[in-house]
């Protein structure tokens, strides 16, 4: 009696997790998915985007058609607010923003941010850092070349571009001019990664802050021995990164407690390194649709194949996990959360 049962239950789910992903297939068939890009074309979170809209569609019940649109600005807070706040809370509209969004509206304090970790739904992220290093880059015609350069006391001052306070590349910057102690000075304003490495490129300033597979993918005419720039130090690692055995973490350059913590704290956002969000309130099949359609999409050999031609790191994270990432975050030092809460509200952190 009690296996017929228990075979009921089992016919009685299997036909409700069916009707349910009809019901997703319905409302998806012959529409379109906004994917929201917070910064502007050419960069490595555009590229990224737009690689997983190549491939998403599959995945989703009823095929909907995956639409890339680029909306830069405040460091992707803009795009951001408009996924959480303004667009369509139904499952149409998904974003991808900077990995610091989460921290920033984690730690509150900005009035830009008009949402809170609450009103967000993690998709995932196609990267946790696992093989990738964000790297503070340098023409080599600098005057510094190398972290020691920048490390001395009066020693050459490097200019580095970055986009928006609270931004990762401004946030970096500042950390490692204020906190590790650099000889830094940030130009801030550009709209995205691509101009500021064409800014690089013209000389106008002489560094920039970005991942390595962000490179390889957008710049890989800058790696090498003679390429217009070298790396100088590594930041969201542990331990220095395989193929630049040669280049420090922050860590290792940061001698006091204090300052170990803020960057300890800083690089959590790392394990969320390409996130995509979407606002609550979509309901709960169709999340558990994007969910698993995202993270499908992400390890499918299609994509895979294509990231490595374009030597884009991957390490993908489902929806869940990530939010679970983000709540682990809270947990950071006090003192070390309450430094990143005030620069990442500042407007005057330059």
């Given amino acids: 009696m009690r296996n017929i049962a228990s075979l009921a239950l089992t016919f009685v789910l299997g036909l409700t997790t069916a009707a349910q992903a009809d019901e997703v297939a319905d409302f998806y068939k012959g529409k379109q998915i906004q ?8 960069g490595g979170y555009d590229l990224n985007a737009r690689m997983l809209a190549r491939y998403l569609s599959p995945y989703i019940p009823g095929n909907p058609t995956v639409v890339p649109q680029n909306m830069p600005g405040a460091g992707s807070l803009r795009a951001a607010n408009y996924v959480l706040t303004v667009a369509p809370k139904d499952g149409t509209v998904i974003g991808a923003v900077d990995r610091q969004v989460s921290l920033t509206a984690l730690l509150g304090g900005n009035p830009a941010v008009k949402f809170t970790p609450a009103d967000i739904n993690w998709i995932g992220t196609l990267s946790s850092y696992e093989n990738d290093a964000f790297i503070l880059w340098l023409r080599r015609d600098a005057a510094a070349k190398s972290a020691d350069d920048l490390l001395r006391p ?28 650099m000889n830094l000075k940030l130009v801030t304003g550009y709209p995205d990664g691509n101009s500021i490495s064409l800014a690089l490129e013209r000389n106008e300033v002489q560094g920039r802050v970005a991942g390595l597979s962000s490179i390889s993918g957008t710049r890989p005419q800058w790696l090498g021995a003679d390429a217009l720039v070298r790396p100088i130090i590594q930041v969201g690692r542990v331990t220095r990164h395989p193929q630049y055995k040669d280049v420090p973490t922050a860590r290792e350059v940061t001698k ?10 800083m ?54 996990e990530a939010a679970k990432l983000m709540a682990g975050m809270s947990g950071a030092p006090a003192e070390a959360l309450d430094y990143l809460r005030k620069l990442l509200a500042s407007p005057e952190a330059k």
Wanted: hydrophobic share 45%; aromatic share 4%; net charge negative.
């Fill in 154 to 181: 009066g020693g050459p001052e490097a200019s580095v571009g970055g986009s928006a306070i609270g931004s990762t590349d401004d946030v970096t910057v500042i950390i490692l001019r204020d906190v590790a102690k």
């Fill in 35 to 42: 994917l929201v890009i917070g910064y502007g074309a050419g």
């Fill in 267 to 320: 690089e959590l956002t790392y394990q969320l390194a390409r996130p995509y969000i979407a606002a609550q309130g979509i309901p709960a099949p169709r999340l558990a649709a994007l969910r698993k359609g995202f993270i499908e999409a992400a390890n499918s050999k299609a994509l895979r194949d294509e990231a490595a031609k374009m030597n884009v790191e991957m390490s993908p994270v489902e929806g869940g």
């Fill in 256 to 265: 006091d407690p204090r300052g170990k913590a803020i960057i300890e704290a």
